[in-house]
């Protein structure tokens, strides 16, 4: 685990909460543009997770690779995506991460670590496991994490990735973001364990479940299995235990879900909640999170508005990225 005097620790709290803020306000203004249908796009939203990924964003290394989802918003602000490639990808447009071709599944910024977001549940497991293979292989001390939802705890791919990563002590790391409902079912309608992090003993590596938000405790987990990993101790299990506070989808209704399970969990709201802890530690004063919250805003607003005054995806973009070397083929 990372050591570190007073003002480091109050510097990586005030990197934790700016982070969380970030993620809300980018997730609000995508709620609030497509309700308002200022713009179009697709999205699933990640509200309500943003302790897990503030913590991966202070914990990974810049050259430390992250395979997440199509609910990966918050995963990939935290690992450092620009917003402006971000928002750019999910509506269409050129100056996206992949130019409007992706869309808001397939999401990747190499720069930042950002391997691969994926579209099918449970099909990040098994990149991962080749991604901290070339790792080991080259000799470097580089740590991929791959991200995932208690769904995809179910899939054989998740389960092939688990067992491949442990019989080749990988440095790997595992890091499950269970909001509760896979899609629209709850998990304890989809497995009989309790605690998906038990499943981890099945691989002989270590499984931990943690506050999915209270990002000191998910940042604590993550430093020991990121530190075991880099070290060369093979692969770890992290259940990270949080909700999902909108739909499967942007739209959705969620008729599946108790409204008072979703009351309670709102009411418990990560991101305020770690302000408060600030506030009552002395870490930060009412004036800097003020401060915070206002930069957030700023940030994701200028993204936004040079995303909407960036030019749509062409046609021409179809056979681009297709080929190493363009081939014609005949009529």
Same mark, same amino acid.
């Given at each position: 685990?990372?050591?570190?005097?007073?003002?480091?620790?109050?510097?990586?709290?005030?990197?934790?909460?700016?982070?969380?803020?970030?993620?809300?306000?980018?997730?609000?203004?995508?709620?609030?543009?497509?309700?308002?249908?200022?713009?179009?796009?697709?999205?699933?939203?990640?509200?309500?997770?943003?302790?897990?990924?503030?913590?991966?964003?202070?914990?990974?290394?810049?050259?430390?690779?992250?395979?997440?989802?199509?609910?990966?918003?918050?995963?990939?602000?935290?690992?450092?995506?620009?917003?402006?490639?971000?928002?750019?990808?999910?509506?269409?447009?050129?100056?996206?991460?992949?130019?409007?071709?992706?869309?808001?599944?397939?999401?990747?910024?190499?720069?930042?670590?950002?391997?691969?977001?994926?579209?099918?549940?449970?099909?990040?497991?098994?990149?991962?496991? %080749?991604?901290?293979?070339? =790792?080991? @292989?080259?000799? $470097? *001390?580089?740590?991929?994490?791959?991200?995932? #939802?208690? &769904?995809?705890?179910?899939?054989?791919?998740?389960?092939?990735?688990?067992?491949?990563?442990?019989?080749?002590?990988?440095?790997?790391?595992?890091?499950?973001?269970?909001?509760?409902?896979?899609?629209?079912?709850?998990?304890?309608?989809?497995?009989?364990?309790?605690?998906?992090?038990?499943?981890?003993?099945?691989?002989?590596?270590?499984?931990?479940?943690?506050? %999915?938000?209270?990002?000191? =405790?998910? @940042?604590?987990? $993550? *430093?020991?299995?990121?530190?075991?990993?880099? #070290?060369? &101790?093979?692969?770890?299990?992290?259940?990270?235990?949080?909700?999902?506070?909108?739909?499967?989808?942007?739209?959705?209704?969620?008729?599946?879900?108790?409204?008072?399970?979703?009351?309670?969990?709102?009411?418990?709201?990560?991101?305020?909640?770690?302000?408060?802890?600030?506030?009552?530690?002395?870490?930060?004063?009412?004036?800097?999170?003020?401060?915070?919250?206002?930069?957030?805003?700023?940030?994701?607003?200028?993204?936004?508005?040079?995303?909407?005054?960036?030019?749509?995806?062409?046609?021409?973009?179809?056979?681009?990225?297709?080929?190493?070397?363009?081939?014609?083929?005949?009529?």
């Amino acid at each position: 685990m990372n050591r570190c005097g007073q003002g480091d620790r109050d510097d990586f709290r005030r990197r934790l909460y700016a982070l969380m803020v970030l993620m809300k306000t980018a997730d609000d203004r995508l709620a609030k543009g497509i309700s308002t249908g200022e713009f179009m796009c697709v999205y699933w939203p990640s509200r309500g997770q943003e302790a897990i990924a503030a913590a991966m964003g202070v914990v990974l290394r810049t050259d430390d690779q992250l395979v997440t989802t199509y609910r990966g918003l918050h995963d990939l602000i935290g690992k450092g995506v620009p917003l402006q490639e971000i928002f750019g990808e999910m509506m269409g447009r050129t100056v996206g991460a992949g130019r409007g071709k992706g869309g808001t599944m397939h999401i990747a910024n190499p720069a930042s670590g950002v391997m691969l977001s994926t579209g099918i549940v449970g099909a990040g497991p098994p990149v991962a496991v %080749g991604l901290a293979l070339a =790792g080991k @292989r080259k000799g $470097l *001390d580089r740590v991929t994490v791959v991200s995932f #939802g208690d &769904g995809a705890a179910n899939t054989g791919s998740f389960h092939e990735a688990a067992n491949m990563a442990a019989l080749w002590d990988l440095p790997l790391v595992f890091v499950c973001q269970n909001n509760r409902y896979a899609e629209m079912t709850p998990t304890s309608a989809t497995m009989k364990l309790e605690h998906v992090a038990d499943r981890a003993a099945g691989y002989a590596m270590p499984g931990v479940r943690v506050d %999915g938000n209270d990002p000191l =405790g998910v @940042r604590s987990a $993550l *430093d020991d299995a990121v530190g075991r990993a880099r #070290g060369g &101790g093979g692969p770890a299990f992290i259940e990270c235990v949080t909700f999902r506070f909108r739909g499967h989808y942007f739209g959705d209704r969620m008729p599946y879900m108790p409204k008072d399970e979703l009351a309670a969990a709102m009411a418990a709201d990560p991101v305020p909640r770690f302000g408060n802890y600030l506030l009552e530690t002395g870490v930060c004063g009412e004036d800097e999170l003020r401060r915070i919250d206002d930069e957030a805003l700023q940030q994701v607003e200028t993204a936004v508005q040079a995303v909407m005054t960036a030019d749509s995806t062409s046609a021409d973009e179809l056979e681009r990225d297709v080929y190493a070397t363009p081939i014609t083929f005949p009529v």
